[in-house]
């Protein structure tokens, strides 16, 4: 039983910043990759960046040198710092992450957070 919990959504005008969290919570035995992805209406659900257990980390070519990802292992959580916000960025965005939950496995199972409102006005 895992559960992601996605929060800083908001309305933010273009050129500021936001920074989303996510923790994961449940019955956790190790989390691998963890990601941030987003939907905007009428496109589908796009990557925007996401970082491994060694904190490699990648992104979306839309968002690199604008956002950072990174992660608190302690906490089981991820973030998202986004700055320089776009119109464009507008978009419901959503947490992701792939959660070993036992000794058995490497890859684990990706489980979803229901997803944060981000809003960037002109």
């Known amino acids: 039983q895992v559960q992601l919990v996605e929060s800083g959504g908001g309305l933010v005008q273009a050129g500021g910043s936001l920074r989303l969290s996510c923790s994961v919570s449940?019955?956790?035995?190790?989390?691998?990759?963890m990601g941030w992805y987003r939907q905007s209406s009428g496109k589908q659900r796009e990557l925007v960046a996401d970082?491994?257990?060694?904190?490699?980390?990648n992104y979306a070519d839309s968002v690199k040198g604008r956002f950072t990802i990174s992660r608190d292992n302690a906490k089981n959580s991820v973030y998202l710092q986004m700055n320089s916000l776009k119109p464009e960025d507008t978009a419901v965005y959503y947490c992701?992450?792939?959660?070993?939950?036992?000794?058995?496995?490497?890859?684990?199972?990706?489980?979803w957070g229901k997803g944060t409102l981000v809003t960037v006005s002109s």
């Open positions: 992701n992450a792939e959660v070993r939950t036992g000794l058995r496995g490497l890859t684990g199972m990706d489980y």
């Open positions: 449940g019955s956790i035995f190790s989390i691998n990759t």
């Open positions: 970082i491994t257990s060694g904190s490699t980390t």
